[in-house]
C-alpha cells in the first residue's frame, strides 16, 4: 500500500491511497479491507460523512465479532468443556449432532437444500 499526502488549505487534509493487492486468496481479502478503511479515514480527517449514512463499512468489518461473540455465548449450554470449546471456536454443536444427527434437524440446510 502507498499513502501520499499533501495540503490543500489549512485544516483541510488532502491524502491518497494506493493498493496493489493480490488476485487471490486472503491477501486480496485483507488488503481490499485495509483499502476501504483507509479511504473512510481520510474522509473523516476531510469532515466528510464517513462509513456510509448508517454506518454500513463498520457494520460489515463487526460482522465477524458479533458471530464469534454469539458462539462465545452459545458454548454456555453444552454439556462438556471439550463440547463447549468445538461450539466457541467453531459454532458447531456438538449437542445438536448427538440429538437430530451429523445433517442436523428437519431445517439444516443439508435437509432442506432449496429452502
Excluded: W
Aim: glycine fraction near 18%; include cysteine.
Amino acid at each position: 500500500m502507498l499513502a501520499t499526502g499533501g495540503s490543500a488549505r489549512a485544516g483541510e487534509v488532502v491524502a491518497g491511497v494506493a493498493a496493489t493487492c493480490p488476485a487471490t486468496g486472503p491477501g486480496f481479502v485483507i488488503c481490499g479491507t485495509a483499502g476501504v478503511l483507509l479511504h473512510e479515514l481520510v474522509q473523516l480527517a476531510n469532515g466528510n460523512e464517513g462509513f456510509g449514512p448508517n454506518g454500513e463499512v463498520m457494520k460489515i468489518l463487526a460482522a465477524p465479532v458479533k458471530i464469534v461473540d454469539g458462539n462465545i455465548k452459545a458454548a454456555s449450554g453444552e454439556s462438556g468443556e471439550l463440547d463447549k470449546l468445538i461450539r466457541a471456536t467453531t459454532g458447531i454443536s456438538v449437542r445438536d449432532i448427538n440429538r437430530y444427527g451429523i445433517f442436523g434437524g428437519n431445517n439444516s440446510v443439508f435437509r432442506k437444500p432449496f429452502g
